[in-house]
């Protein structure tokens, strides 16, 4: 019989942690430990003080590591010097996942019906802002310390207990029929940390050339755009203007610019061939988004892999996996024989997307 060590950290990174669990954790520090043995007392650290005896307890298998969202956690703890077996974690916020029930802590505090105290909480969530963040840019204190702000920090340790009372009794209270250590869902969740921890390769230089090429495709758009509205409307973007000009130039009523709206009139031979070609480059404009290509390139790790693209049981009560960062599972399936792509991959790294 194995007895619980319900273990959290608080930590502060220069990297917003948008970018992805692994590339923020490559630099975060430690700054607070919080952890507790079975129903002992909850026990609080700053990052710079001796945790021997925790090293201890993590090191002895006779303890079930319970962790909130083990993932972020354990990576910082790793990139920190301090490897946890995934094998050995009993994730509060897997399990409640597994079970259709809300990840977030506090939520799942309310849907259990344990005494939860929101002052307290959006108390906390203000020194996380304070402590756990670089300041916003333009102030003196770039960073808040417990030597800047030493009666706040008496404060945020005191939430750092919080976080633990409640873990300890979510999970005395949550199912265990889909999850627990030693079952084969717990199993399948290792193999995914191991999935997670490992990355994608990623090609660089390929989001690099999408990206420099998607804006001189607006660039070719925008120009397209003034020449069919005699200059009435300067980039693909702008909206208002657009609906403005049709309504105007050409006495159509749109309700808006979405992709179905100008799918559905792009081909009408009812419309002038002019307000066609100008809701075919509006159309084709909306296809350049870049948001995908900066994720990678912003979370991608110094080896070139890109980590933590799977959440386990994330699709709400489905239990199947959903995708995190750039979303894996939502790119688009290829409309071009292999070769073909192949050649426009060339022709983009080549700075010669035009000639295909």
């Known amino acids: 019989m194995t007895t619980p060590l319900y273990l959290d950290t608080e930590t502060f990174c220069e990297v917003p942690i948008a970018n992805g669990t692994h590339r923020y954790a490559e630099s975060a520090e430690i700054i607070m430990w919080q952890w507790a043995v079975g129903d002992g007392p909850v026990i609080v650290r700053d990052g710079d003080e001796n945790i021997d005896d925790l090293l201890a307890l993590l090191a002895d298998s006779q303890y079930e590591i319970v962790i909130h969202n083990s993932a972020f956690d354990r990576t910082v703890m790793r990139h920190n010097g301090i490897t946890i077996p995934v094998n050995r974690i009993f994730d509060t916020m897997i399990c409640a996942q597994a079970h259709s029930l809300p990840g977030a802590l506090r939520l799942l505090c309310e849907v259990l019906r344990l005494p939860t105290d929101k002052a307290k909480d959006k108390e906390g969530k203000a020194w996380i802002q304070l402590f756990c963040k670089p300041q916003p840019k333009g102030r003196k204190l770039r960073r808040a310390t417990r030597e800047t702000h030493p009666i706040e920090w008496q404060r945020f340790r005191e939430y750092g207990k919080l976080d633990i009372v409640a873990m300890r009794e979510v999970y005395k209270k949550l199912p265990r029929w889909n999850y627990k250590i030693g079952h084969a869902e717990h199993d399948l969740w290792c193999l995914d940390q191991r999935i997670n921890d490992r990355g994608v390769l990623m090609d660089l230089e390929l989001a690099h050339s999408a990206i420099r090429a998607c804006a001189r495709a607006q660039e070719i758009h925008g120009a397209d755009v003034a020449r069919l509205t005699d200059g009435a409307v300067q980039t693909t973007g702008q909206r208002d203007k657009m609906l403005g000009f049709i309504l105007e130039a050409h006495g159509v009523l749109l309700p808006d610019l979405t992709g179905s709206t100008l799918k559905r009139l792009v081909n009408d031979p009812d419309l002038p061939a002019e307000l066609r070609e100008l809701l075919a480059v509006r159309l084709q404009s909306s296809k350049t988004s870049v948001s995908k290509y900066k994720r990678v390139i912003n979370g991608v790790s110094p080896d070139g892999r890109l980590r933590g693209l799977l959440a386990f049981c994330g699709a709400g009560r489905t239990g ?37």
């Open 320 to 356: 199947r996996w959903s995708g995190r960062l750039f979303q894996p599972q939502n790119l688009p399936g290829p409309t071009l024989k292999n070769d073909a792509i192949e050649r426009g991959i060339e022709a983009l790294k080549a700075n010669a997307e035009d000639l295909i």
